[in-house]
């Protein structure tokens, strides 16, 4: 019996790639694309004052498309590709259709779909960065600081958490779809550089209120539903954990809203957007080191867990740490992606199945891969100790080594241009730094001139010119 006409292979489509796996991987790929441009530059540019929503939006645009430019020429071969030393690549581009049209290192669809898909990632780290930076970076500062640091930081943990080489991979830590690589390292990485950097004015940081809250849902939103493919994609085929991994991601995100909402409530009298929004990215990053290996029941918990902790120390905790209370971290990235991440990796070390580790992994010694819970269940406490051993290392590891990188990435920099925006910059905002106004009416004056040439006279007619008018007014017209 022969096979339909679409599924035969031809040069376009070899017999090694598998057309469905290939058209989800690009799917949510784009997905993950989405939720940085413009599911982050939307909720960053509404979240803060007016005054800074050009400025905080462009940081974020600007790193995406940085982030790819650099991930082509050179980091991605840098994060997957053959080993230099235990925990980097050999640097090398992914321009040539060759390479990029051959079968990628895992998974039934080209290099070029691997690349893309691992760019986006990529991306979205330098993004989730710039959430602890915004209202006072040079943005000349940024804009040497994220090709630095996607090369000398991303780039070595991904490779030793990630790639088949990476010492961290053999070692055997599970890292379903970024806990580590994205959310730790760029929580850590964002309170390191916020450190540097220095805070905003006194006046800002009493007062730094969103200029539109409706549009932060907008951008939450899609940040939250474009983690079906930040999740879902982690497994690199269209298969069964992928499903799981998407379920679990909602079911934990759900919790973890609850639980914080609830939490405002009881505590300060009444439920926040922002509390909610925080609530949904801790759920989100919680549970993205373990969606696909970790069931249902255990996702819930997780949820709850991530509602809970994070929700104590940015409320409570960051008040009565000195150390904290110094750092100026506006989108609190540090508790929702620091905390949240390191939360989600101990647990996936204490929930993860070992039958759902081998459909993920599907490699021989998949025994390795087992939660202390199931550990203590089956008689193997010591691989549920060993594993629960790695994922606290490897947390050890992202935080000490992205606090150095960063440190130094950012005395480099400083070398160069400052890292922090003049006096008078940061009293003006988006119109000092890129002459431009996110908000062209609100509520002052603006001038309507209309001046015709009189050709008569040879003079400017100015019988067109009209008044000045207030908002209100131009609203009653």
Same mark, same amino acid.
């Given at each position: ?29 784009? +997905?993950?694309?989405?939720? #940085?441009? *413009? ?6 540019? #509404? ?8 400025? &905080? ?15 082509? &020429?050179?980091? $991605?071969?840098?994060? $997957? ?9 050999? %640097? ?50 940024? !804009?040497?600081? @994220? %090709?630095?640091?996607?090369?000398? &930081?991303?780039? @070595? ?6 790639? %088949? ?10 890292? $379903? ?5 994205? =959310? ?6 964002? /309170?390191?550089a916020a450190y540097w950097v220095g805070p905003r004015s006194e006046k800002e940081r009493e007062n730094f209120a969103s200029n539109n809250m409706m549009v932060v849902l907008a951008g939450a939103g899609l940040l939250w539903m474009g ?16 499903? +799981?991994?998407?379920?679990?991601? =909602? @079911? ?49 918990? !997780?949820?709850?867990?991530?509602? #809970? ?12 740490? %000195? ?7 506006? !989108? ?20 993860? /199945?070992?039958?759902?580790?081998? +459909?993920?992994?599907m490699v021989p010694d998949w025994e390795k891969y087992i939660g202390l819970f199931y550990g203590l269940q089956n008689g193997a406490t010591h691989a549920g100790l060993r594993q629960m051993a790695i994922q606290v290392g490897a947390i050890a590891f992202v935080i000490c080594f992205? $606090?150095?990188?960063? &440190? ?8 160069? @241009? *400052? +890292? ?7 009293? !003006?905002?988006?119109?000092?730094? =890129? ?27 100015? #019988? ?14």
């Amino acid at each position: 019996m022969e096979l339909p006409s679409n599924l035969l292979a031809d040069e376009a489509s070899p017999e090694w790639m598998n057309k469905g796996d290939n058209a989800w991987q690009l799917t949510a790929a784009t +997905l993950v694309g989405l939720q #940085s441009i *413009p599911g982050l530059v939307i909720l960053y540019g #509404s979240l803060v004052k007016k005054t800074w929503a050009i400025n &905080s939006a462009f940081m974020a645009f600007y790193a995406f498309a940085a982030v790819l430019l650099c991930w082509v &020429s050179w980091a $991605f071969r840098m994060s $997957f590709g053959d080993k230099l030393v235990f925990f980097l690549g050999k %640097p090398g581009v992914a321009l040539d259709e060759k390479f990029l049209l051959g079968q990628a290192f895992l998974g039934l669809f080209p290099t070029a779909t691997m690349v893309f898909f691992q760019g986006v990632f990529a991306g979205i780290t330098l993004i989730l960065i710039a959430g602890a930076l915004l209202g006072r970076m040079n943005i000349r500062a940024w !804009m040497l600081f @994220v %090709p630095l640091w996607v090369t000398f &930081s991303y780039s @070595v943990t991904a490779f030793s958490i990630w790639c %088949p080489d990476g010492w961290l991979a053999k070692l055997g830590v599970i890292d $379903f779809a970024g806990g580590y690589v994205i =959310h730790l390292s760029a929580g850590v990485a964002g /309170v390191t550089a916020a450190y540097w950097v220095g805070p905003r004015s006194e006046k800002e940081r009493e007062n730094f209120a969103s200029n539109n809250m409706m549009v932060v849902l907008a951008g939450a939103g899609l940040l939250w539903m474009g983690w079906s493919g930040f999740n879902g994609a982690a497994p690199f085929v269209a298969s069964t954990v992928a499903s +799981l991994a998407v379920l679990n991601t =909602h @079911v934990c995100t759900s919790a973890s809203v609850v639980v914080w909402v609830l939490l405002d409530t009881f505590c300060f009298g009444k439920p926040t957007v922002f509390g909610a929004v925080q609530g949904m990215i801790t759920g989100l990053v919680c549970i993205t080191p373990a969606a696909g290996v970790v069931q249902g029941w255990a996702a819930i918990l !997780m949820g709850l867990i991530s509602g #809970s902790v994070p929700w104590y120390t940015m409320m409570v905790l960051h008040n009565k740490v %000195p150390f904290l209370k110094q750092i100026d971290d506006p !989108m609190a990235v540090f508790h929702t992606h620091a905390i949240a991440g390191a939360l989600g990796g101990i647990l996936t070390g204490f929930f993860a /199945v070992p039958k759902l580790c081998r +459909l993920f992994y599907m490699v021989p010694d998949w025994e390795k891969y087992i939660g202390l819970f199931y550990g203590l269940q089956n008689g193997a406490t010591h691989a549920g100790l060993r594993q629960m051993a790695i994922q606290v290392g490897a947390i050890a590891f992202v935080i000490c080594f992205n $606090f150095v990188t960063t &440190s130094l990435i950012c005395l480099l920099v400083g070398l160069i @241009v *400052p +890292l922090r925006l003049n006096t008078d910059a940061l009293h !003006m905002g988006d119109k000092a730094i =890129h002459g431009e106004e996110a908000f062209a009416l609100h509520g002052e004056a603006t001038k309507f001139e209309n001046l015709k040439h009189n050709k008569i006279y040879d003079t400017q007619d100015f #019988s067109f010119v009209k008044e000045s008018r207030s908002l209100g007014q131009l609203q009653m017209v």
